[in-house]
Every structure is written in structure tokens, then in C-alpha cells.
């Protein structure tokens, strides 16, 4: 049943997509954010993330093309990502603890699921101005679902009925140890839509992000409720990493508006809410486990555990500081051995970039946020500053829990958050058509 639905939702998108070009697009970006796998065979053909994408990138040139003849597809935002990709590229024939030719099929489907429908929607944004709310309005009901649902599963902790069923379809499995109730996480650990939890916790971040951004533009009781709706579910989803991620960027984005005034009163509301609900026997050892930082109810969390975890980098890198152990390595040793012996589940976004690139990665990943936070000093304000601020709480939550291919998330809201720059003239470069 369920993989008749989601079969019959691929052949509304596709339909849409050649038909019905901007609704194919708002329906595949709600599919991406609702549903956690793609994998139908229809009439044959099998459809995954990718080819889709694909097929939408192809779509994209053939779509605008023919309305807008004289139209130069922009890139410009995805720039930073584009020279990211190209630059990982580069040194695969000079690492050697993943065979070449499985680093480049590993990179190419990165790519095409970070990048293609991002430009489409960029693209179609620019060109389109009414998909700006369209986007807009399918990416709130999916925050409205999704986080509305994590709410909704605090009342069964340990299960997730949509995930265990859609799991089933597509021949995965949902960890139910893993989800249990435990360690003071009162409701476990929750996933709402998503395979994993810790996917589930990047989302909070970027919702909260996103929503705040559009305050202006949505019902003010919508946004109050989404926010409200958040905010619990940051502290009830059982993913510490959320809150430290949450926090980081907020004390980011009061630094950025220099409102002193406003840290101080945020910071009083923050203590006494931390102070009432740790008297909550229930939650008392979850919320210690944030402040204490040497707790070791949570494997890796201990500052001793990740100097620990950072000097096996070392180690493994000793033969090959320079370029790293290959693109995606530390996927491909997790696949294939559960976890590192010292390094455990590379849970740092350091430790996956010194694994993978060592040296050479941490070059390329200073270039690119360079550009990006450059790229954004175009706009003026609450814009900039909210689009560093996204990018800062995507830093903090991955150098807190690792990468887990959360970077498609972080392209999309990016791309999602520009887009209402185009609406409002907000955006420093000219639509050619």
C-alpha cells in the first residue's frame, strides 16, 4: 500500500514537471522533506533521488528556456557549494583508501543531490516570482508537519508508526534500541519524518531559522505557533546537539545585531526556563547531560573522549596529512564497519573533514565559507544576518554530531531563505531575460 502511494506521488510529480513545471518542483521539494526514501520501480524504470533530480535539471533548461530565450541561468548563490565539489574533485587520484572510481560515484551523487534542485528552484524563483510563495507556503505546511508530528510522537516514546511502516516499504529498518526511551531522554529519541533522529535535529535548527526569517511575511499567529511548536520539540526530540546548536547561532545572531538589551533578556528567560524545567525529575539527567560536558552517558560527549577521537585523526591521517583517506571515507567505513575503534562515529564535523581531506579539506572548507559569508555581505541587515546565522547553526550542530549528508538541507533553506530577496528587490544582482 504504502509503496503504491508513494509510486503514484512520483507520477504526479514527474506529470507535473513536464506539464506543470513550478507545481512538479513545490510537490518534489514537499516529497524531500516528508518522505525519507526514494527507491519505486514504475513500468520498469527505477526511480531514485537522483534520477529525479536529474530529469528536473534537464526540465529547468528545457522550462525557462523556452519562456525566457534570452535568460542567463544564475549560479551565483551556489557558487561556493560549486567550488567546493570542483575542489574535492581534484585530489582523488592522489588518495588511496578508497578506489577511484567508487570516491567519484560517491562525489557525483553528492553533488547531483546538493546541487540540481536547488538551481531549479533559484532558477524558477527568478523568473517566477509567484513561486516564491508557492515555495514558501509547501516548506511551512512541511515545518507544520513535521514538527507537529515530532510533538505528537512525545505521547508513544520509542515508536515511530509513519517511519516503521514507510521503513518497511522500502526495505529498511527502524532502530527502535536506538529510539528507546533512556539516559533521561523522557521520549526517547524522536525522528518524526525523517530515518534518524539526528536528521530530525538539523531540521529543528533550520526551521527555526527559516520561520524567523519569514515573520514578517507569514500570519503572525502561524509564526508564533510554529515557533512555539519548535522550541518544545528542540527539547523534547532528545538530540542534545539541537539545543548547543540552537544556542550557538542565537548568541551569533544577537552578537551580529550588537543588542545588548535584548542578550541580557534572552539570557534571564533562557536560565530561569533552564532552572524550572531541571527540577522535572524526568529530564534532570538529560538536561545535565548538556551542561556536563565530561558526562559519559552519551558515547563521544566527554571532552576526553573527543581529544581522543581528534588524535586518532591524527593517527589515521599520519600516512596521508596531505590530501586525506578519500571522498567519503568515513561514510564508507561506517557502512562497512559500524564504528572506528578510536574515532567512533567520526561524531565532529572536524573529524570527518580531516579523515576525508585531511589538510587539503580544511583549505577547501575555509574557501567556501569565505564565499558564502562574502556572498551574503551583499544583502543589508536582518537579511545577512540571518542567512550567517543558518550557516552558523549548520556548523555548530555538525561539528557537535558529525555529517551525516546534512549539507542538501542546508543548500535548500539557504536557497529557500535567498529567494524572498528576489520578491522584495532585495538582491544584488539584475534578472537578465
Known amino acids: 500500500m504504502i509503496t503504491t502511494i508513494q509510486s503514484l506521488i512520483i507520477i504526479l510529480i514527474l506529470f507535473l514537471i513536464f506539464f506543470r513545471f513550478k507545481y512538479g518542483i513545490g510537490l518534489y521539494l514537499a516529497y524531500l522533506f516528508l518522505v525519507p526514501y526514494m527507491n519505486i520501480h514504475i513500468l520498469g524504470i527505477t526511480f531514485q533521488w537522483n534520477?529525479?533530480?536529474?530529469?528536473?535539471?534537464?526540465?529547468?533548461?528545457?522550462?525557462?528556456?523556452?519562456?525566457y530565450p534570452q535568460y542567463k541561468f544564475d549560479y551565483k548563490p551556489l557558487s561556493p557549494f560549486i567550488l567546493y565539489f570542483i575542489l574535492l574533485l581534484l585530489p582523488m587520484p592522489f588518495q588511496f583508501s578508497v578506489p577511484y572510481f567508487e570516491q567519484l560515484n560517491m562525489w557525483r551523487q553528492q553533488m547531483m543531490q546538493c546541487l540540481?534542485?536547488?538551481?531549479a528552484l533559484w532558477n524558477i524563483m527568478k523568473t517566477d516570482k509567484s513561486s516564491?510563495?508557492?515555495?514558501?507556503?509547501?516548506?511551512?505546511?512541511?515545518?507544520?508537519?513535521?514538527?507537529?508530528?515530532?510533538?505528537?510522537?512525545?505521547?508513544?516514546?520509542?515508536?515511530?508508526p509513519y517511519v516503521m511502516l514507510i521503513s518497511i516499504a522500502n526495505g529498511s529498518e527502524f532502530?527502535?534500541?536506538?529510539?528507546a526511551a533512556g539516559w533521561g531522554r523522557l521520549y526517547g529519541r524522536i525522528s518524526s519524518v525523517f530515518a534518524h533522529p539526528m536528521s530530525f535535529g538539523l531540521f529543528i535548527g533550520f526551521a527555526l531559522c527559516y520561520i524567523y526569517?519569514?515573520?514578517?511575511?507569514?500570519?503572525?499567529?502561524?509564526?508564533?505557533?510554529?515557533l512555539t511548536i519548535i522550541c518544545i520539540d528542540s527539547i523534547t526530540c532528545g538530540i542534545r546537539s539541537t539545543i548547543g546548536g540552537i544556542a550557538i547561532a542565537m548568541l551569533f545572531y544577537l552578537t551580529q545585531q550588537k543588542n545588548l538589551k535584548t542578550?541580557?533578556?534572552?539570557?534571564?528567560?533562557?536560565?530561569?526556563?533552564?532552572?524550572?524545567?531541571?527540577?522535572?525529575?524526568?529530564?534532570?539527567?538529560?538536561?545535565?547531560?548538556?551542561?556536563?560536558?565530561?558526562?559519559?552517558?552519551?558515547?563521544?560527549?566527554?571532552i576526553e573522549t573527543r581529544i581522543s577521537q581528534l588524535y586518532g585523526c591524527f593517527d589515521e591521517i599520519s600516512d596521508c596529512w596531505l590530501f586525506g583517506k578519500g571522498f567519503n571515507w568515513t561514510g564508507l567505513y561506517m557502512a562497512t564497519?559500524?564504528?572506528?575503534?578510536?574515532?567512533?562515529?567520526?561524531?565532529?564535523?572536524?573529524?570527518?573533514?580531516?579523515?576525508?581531506?585531511?589538510?587539503?579539506?580544511?583549505?577547501?572548507?575555509?574557501?567556501?565559507?569565505?564565499?558564502?559569508?562574502?556572498?551574503?555581505?551583499?544583502f543589508k541587515g536582518?537579511?545577512?544576518?540571518?542567512?550567517?546565522?543558518?550557516?552558523?547553526?549548520?556548523?555548530?550542530?555538525?561539528?557537535?554530531?558529525?555529517?551525516?549528508?546534512?549539507?542538501?538541507?542546508?543548500?535548500?533553506?539557504?536557497i529557500l531563505m535567498l529567494g524572498e530577496t528576489l520578491k522584495e528587490n532585495n538582491y544584488h544582482h539584475e534578472l537578465k531575460s
Open 116 to 119: 540540481f534542485l536547488s538551481f
Open 263 to 302: 542578550i541580557f533578556y534572552l539570557s534571564i528567560i533562557f536560565i530561569i526556563g533552564f532552572l524550572i524545567i531541571e527540577q522535572m525529575p524526568e529530564l534532570q539527567d538529560y538536561l545535565a547531560s548538556i551542561k556536563d560536558i565530561n558526562s559519559s552517558q552519551v558515547r563521544g560527549s566527554s
Open 175 to 179: 532502530d527502535e534500541i536506538y529510539a
Open 337 to 378: 564497519k559500524e564504528y572506528h575503534p578510536i574515532i567512533l562515529d567520526f561524531e565532529s564535523l572536524i573529524y570527518v573533514i580531516l579523515c576525508n581531506n585531511a589538510l587539503y579539506g580544511l583549505i577547501v572548507w575555509w574557501i567556501m565559507l569565505r564565499k558564502i559569508l562574502r556572498y551574503n555581505k551583499g
Open 213 to 226: 526569517y519569514n515573520k514578517n511575511r507569514v500570519n503572525i499567529f502561524v509564526t508564533l505557533t510554529l
Open 51 to 67: 534520477f529525479v533530480n536529474l530529469i528536473i535539471l534537464i526540465m529547468t533548461f528545457i522550462s525557462i528556456r523556452k519562456k
Open 132 to 160: 516564491i510563495a508557492l515555495f514558501r507556503n509547501i516548506t511551512i505546511i512541511c515545518i507544520f508537519i513535521i514538527c507537529g508530528y515530532g510533538l505528537f510522537l512525545t505521547t508513544i516514546p520509542g515508536t515511530n
Open 382 to 414: 536582518e537579511t545577512c544576518y540571518l542567512l550567517n546565522t543558518l550557516l552558523i547553526f549548520y556548523l555548530a550542530y555538525s561539528c557537535i554530531t558529525g555529517e551525516y549528508g546534512y549539507m542538501i538541507f542546508l543548500i535548500l533553506f539557504y
